[in-house]
């Protein structure tokens, strides 16, 4: 089937406004990753999904930021209030297994081609 | 906190030359992974290795683990303008998520 998919590719709009990142995973992946990467920069760890459930909401860098899953599948990011310091290439994975449920560590992650997001 | 760290940040080299990148970690981990990234856009998973190997080779990869130092190299042979890219480790460090290096910018000149 097909791989990760991201909605929108591009993603322009002004400080303040709110803004909705989708996620569409590789089916039967039960874990699903949300990452932010910065101009030239690597990967900052956002937030995970097992199932519909978020475990580890540690990385959401303020309460501007919220993510939710649906159905095991769907998951979208929302920015409220965005600012321009939330610039960046917001970046979904999914994974057959979630953390905790194999042996010897996480297993590989399939990645969407991100959502560029600039906030003018 | 980055865990990973990679050395060099950049790295250009002529076609067929080989490609020597390496990965710094700072906790005890489970597995260690590379992934390629073109564009600045989606990652694309290269190799896994695990804990408890201290070699793994795919196709032209060659990779190296030493967890007593808490490093690991990629080495691409033979290396093609097709391979220009940034490369980022990741390691899981027992927890619930990967954590990924500052990456290496690889150049290929033709």
């Known amino acids: 089937g097909a791989g990760v998919s991201q909605s929108p590719s591009n993603k322009v709009t002004e400080k303040g406004k709110d803004v909705e990142l989708r996620c569409d995973p590789i089916?039967?992946?039960?874990?699903l990753y949300w990452y932010r990467q910065s101009l030239g920069q690597g990967l900052e760890f956002l937030i995970y999904?097992?199932?519909?459930?978020?475990?580890?909401k540690s990385g959401l860098p303020s309460d501007r930021f919220s993510a939710e899953r649906t159905g095991g599948s769907v998951s979208t990011l929302t920015i409220q209030r965005t600012q321009q310091e939330d610039s960046a290439v917001y970046l979904c994975?999914?994974?057959?297994?979630?953390?905790?449920?194999?042996?010897?560590?996480?297993?590989?992650?399939?990645f969407g081609p991100g959502t560029r997001l600039t906030v003018l | 906190s980055q865990q990973g760290e990679e050395d060099p940040q950049a790295l250009s080299i002529q076609e067929g030359e080989n490609a020597t990148m390496n990965c710094s970690y700072k906790?005890?981990?489970?597995?260690l992974q590379w992934y390629r990234q073109n564009s600045g856009r989606g990652l694309v998973h290269l190799i896994l290795?695990?804990?408890?190997?201290r070699e793994k080779h795919s196709g032209r990869l060659r990779v190296t683990l030493d967890t007593s130092k808490k490093s690991s190299s990629l080495l691409i042979t033979a290396s093609r303008a097709a391979d220009t890219a940034s490369y980022f480790c990741?390691?899981?460090?027992?927890?619930?998520?990967?954590?990924f290096g500052t990456g290496t910018r690889l150049q290929v000149f033709p």
């Open positions: 089916s039967g992946h039960t874990a």
């Open positions: 994975a999914s994974s057959l297994e979630g953390p905790f449920l194999v042996a010897g560590g996480l297993t590989e992650q399939f």
């Open positions: 906790t005890s981990i489970n597995n």
């Open positions: 290795i695990r804990s408890n190997e």
């Open positions: 999904f097992q199932g519909n459930s978020a475990p580890d």
């Open positions: 990741a390691t899981d460090a027992g927890a619930d998520k990967l954590i």
